[in-house]
Nanobody, 112 residues
Framework: QVQLVESGGGLVQPGGSLRLSCAVS????????MGWYRQAPGKARDMVAT???????DYVDSVKGRFTISRDNAKSMVYLQMNSLKPEDTAVYYC??????WGKGTLVTVSP
């Protein structure tokens, strides 16, 4: 059974940093693409960053140069390092595993 559990969200001031973590249970973690998505109030859920099983990454333009996605296959963990945070980054952040698996999300609020 696949389960994803996010952690690391919280309140941060503009310009600050947060690191999100996603613990993934289940088989074949090393073989699948993982990702982070976010959903702001009243908006659709959008892709933030993805990382393939070989480590190739992709980012939405608005976070390039500020966010970094990484994975630790030995620990079945995925991370999202977020720097230079802006108020428009405020959203619930969801961890995603290829095959349609989602975590419950963690709230990130960027506010003075």
């Amino acid at each position: 059974q696949v389960q994803l559990v996010e952690s690391g969200g919280g309140l941060v001031q503009p310009g600050g940093s947060l690191r999100l973590s996603c613990a993934v249970s289940g088989s074949f973690f090393r073989a699948v693409t993982m990702g982070w998505y976010r959903q702001a109030p009243g908006k659709a859920r959008d892709m933030v960053a993805t990382i393939t099983n070989s480590g190739s990454t992709d980012y939405v333009d608005s976070v390039k140069g500020r966010f970094t996605i990484s994975r630790d296959n030995a620990k079945s963990m995925v991370y999202l390092q977020m720097n230079s945070l802006k108020p428009e980054d405020t959203a619930v952040y969801y961890c995603y595993r290829a095959g349609g698996y989602w975590g419950k999300g963690t709230l990130v609020t960027v506010s003075p």
